[in-house]
């Protein structure tokens, strides 16, 4: 049984950091791409930052990029979301997701693409 608890949310002041962690558990790690979404109140899900199944690749949205960091740990089954410098605008929940895939490059960005997902983590941040 796949389970993907993501941990690591709260609160933050505008300017601040929280770093979100994605704990996976019942599938071959090293071959899933991994993203992380998120979700704010009325609003579609939307990707944030995507990594590939070797690390050696990833993509961000243009609201995170230079404020975000995709990172996994193979060792720990484990994938990160470093946020610094947040904004009031990435208040949202967010969800890891993963996806086995055959290209160890593949970034995948819609939401349709992914198998498998977390609960979801709130992330609120004050101005």
């Known amino acids: 049984q796949v389970e993907l608890v993501e941990t690591g949310g709260g609160s933050a002041q505008t300017g601040g950091s929280l770093r979100l962690s994605c704990a996976a558990s019942g599938l071959t790690f090293s071959l899933h791409a991994m993203a992380w979404f998120r979700q704010a109140p009325g609003q579609e899900r939307e990707f944030v930052a995507g990594?590939?199944?070797?690390?050696?690749?990833?993509n961000y949205t243009d609201s995170v990029k230079g404020r975000f960091t995709i990172s996994r740990d193979s060792a720990k089954n484990t994938m990160y979301l470093q946020m610094q410098s947040l904004k009031p605008e990435d208040t949202a929940v967010y969800y890891c997701?993963?996806?086995?895939?055959?290209?160890?490059?593949?970034?995948?960005?819609?939401?349709?693409?992914?198998?498998?997902w977390g609960q979801g983590t709130q992330v609120t941040v004050s101005s």
């Open positions: 990594i590939s199944r070797e690390s050696g690749r990833t």
């Open positions: 997701a993963a996806v086995v895939v055959p290209a160890p490059w593949t970034v995948r960005t819609n939401p349709s693409g992914y198998a498998y």
